[in-house]
Structures are given as structure tokens and as C-alpha cells.
């Protein structure tokens, strides 16, 4: 019993540091921000909700994040989402999303991968991606809509660098570019639609403590 007991302790533990703060965002959307690896989710159905840059819920975590995620579900970016997230070098943007607000990606001058899974460029801004580096950004996108994201009003900005998806994908977990130093530390990683937490020594467990491998 005093092991198990124990046992459940350091998961609680390990939970608490892995995901850091957390939120909710939108009726039914949540974000999560992981201070170990510098990666912040959303996730959950439906649109974001609209926020000012003063009033943003991830805006203490402005200067931190490396990575953003937006999982399938989740269908617009509000405006100044990431505004000047200097530090941020990749998005992954999931096929549900539709429209991205203005000045969403503005002043991300670190940014240099863009996944986008949409066969169809979602609507964006004339200020969306203001700031972001074309020349070292590289804009990944569905075999089938390289020409479409080519062609598509502001998308085409980024079309010097744009490329398949399929030929050059997303990491195993998009948290590999977040940080080197999370090799040592609990991390969380996506698989499959599903949330688990990876020990240094290689185990994994679900979200409700039991172990998967």
C-alpha cells in the first residue's frame, strides 16, 4: 500500500510538471502550456474565443513558447493569438481550422516551420503573418494543395519555401523542436489523438496514471 501510494504521489507529481498551466480558451476549447518543453496546445471543438493583447490567457508564457499545437477540433485562431511570440519556431495547424485572425502570427521573427493540414488554405489576414521571416520559413502543406497554398492571397507570401507535407513531415511529437533539454524531464506527447506522459527511461503512461509501456 505505502508504494502504491507513493507510486501515485510522483505521477500526480510528474502531471502537474508535465502540463503546466492550463485553461479554457473557447466554449469548448482548452489550452495547455508545458513550461518543461516550451510547447503550448489547444484543443477541443470550435472556434477560439476573440482576445485583446492585454488579455490574452497564455500572455505570462508570451516570451517561452516555442511551439504551438492546434489539434483537430479546433476551427479558427482568434487575432493577436501569438502576437510577437519571438520565440516560437513551429506551428502545427490541424485540417479543421478554417480562419486565422489578423495578426495572429505577427512579430513571430523565430518562426521557421508552418504545418498546415487543410486541403484548402484557411481564411487569414492581411496582417496575419506580418513580421514572420518568408525567406527561412518553410510553409508545409498537403501534396494536392502546394498549388493552392501558392495561389492563395497572403498564404502566397510564404510560397518561396512551401513543400509537401507528406515528403517533409511534422516530427513524431512537434515537441522534439521545442527544447534539447526535455530528453532529462516527463514530457507529454500526442499520439493518435490521445494525451500521454513519457518518462526519460521510456515509459509511458495515460493521462489517468496507468502505464502503457
Known sequence: MKKLFTLFILLSSTFMFAFGQSGQCGENLT??????????????????DNYSLNDLPWAEFSGEIAAVQVLDGVT???SYAFF????????SIAASVKEIGNFAFSGCANLT???CYSQLPPSVQSMTFFGVP???CTLHVPNESVASYSNAAIWDGLSDN??????NPEPTTALQSANADAALKPVKV???GRVYILMPDGRKFNVNGARVR
Open 162 to 167: 512551401i513543400v509537401s507535407i507528406e515528403e
Open 134 to 136: 518568408s525567406a527561412n
Open 84 to 91: 510577437n511570440c519571438a520565440s516560437i519556431n513551429s506551428i
Open 113 to 115: 516551420h508552418i504545418y
Open 31 to 48: 489550452w495547455e502550456y508545458n513550461s518543461s518543453t516550451h510547447v503550448l496546445t489547444i484543443s477541443g471543438t470550435g472556434a477560439m
Open 190 to 192: 500526442i499520439e493518435e
Open 76 to 78: 479558427s485562431i482568434c
